[in-house]
């Protein structure tokens, strides 16, 4: 079993930023992925941004150009840098790992989500 907690969320003011973190536990030599999700009331569960183990990364279009993922394998954490923030980022972003075994898309645990809110 792998537990991930994310922590950074909070409120700011539309251009400004924030950093989340999400810390990895368990059995953290199965993950081959991390990422984030995000999801805003009466809305599907977006796909943000990811990272593989061999530094690969993906993006939102809605997110390229001010968002940025990395990884701090030493830690087992996960970072999600949110630059140029927008109103329409609001959303409770969920951390997520991916087992070695599971197909490309496919996650396998979650985190408890941290919520994002952006002002206008």
């Known amino acids: 079993q792998v537990q991930l907690v994310e922590s950074g969320g909070g409120l700011v003011q539309a251009g400004g930023s924030l950093r989340l973190s999400c810390a990895a536990s368990?059995?953290?030599?199965?993950?081959?992925?991390m990422g984030w999700y995000r999801q805003d009331p009466g809305k599907q569960r977006e796909l943000v941004a990811s990272i593989t183990n061999s530094g690969s990364t993906n993006y939102a279009d809605s997110v390229k150009g001010r968002f940025t993922i990395s990884r701090d394998n030493a830690k087992n954490t996960v970072y999600l840098q949110m630059n140029s923030l927008k109103p329409e980022d609001t959303a409770v972003y969920y951390c997520?790992?991916?087992?070695?075994?599971?197909?490309?898309?496919?996650?396998?645990?979650w985190g408890k989500g941290t919520l994002v809110t952006v002002s206008s």
């Open positions: 997520y790992a991916r087992g070695i075994a599971t197909s490309p898309g496919g996650v396998n645990y």
């Open positions: 368990g059995v953290v030599y199965s993950i081959n992925a």
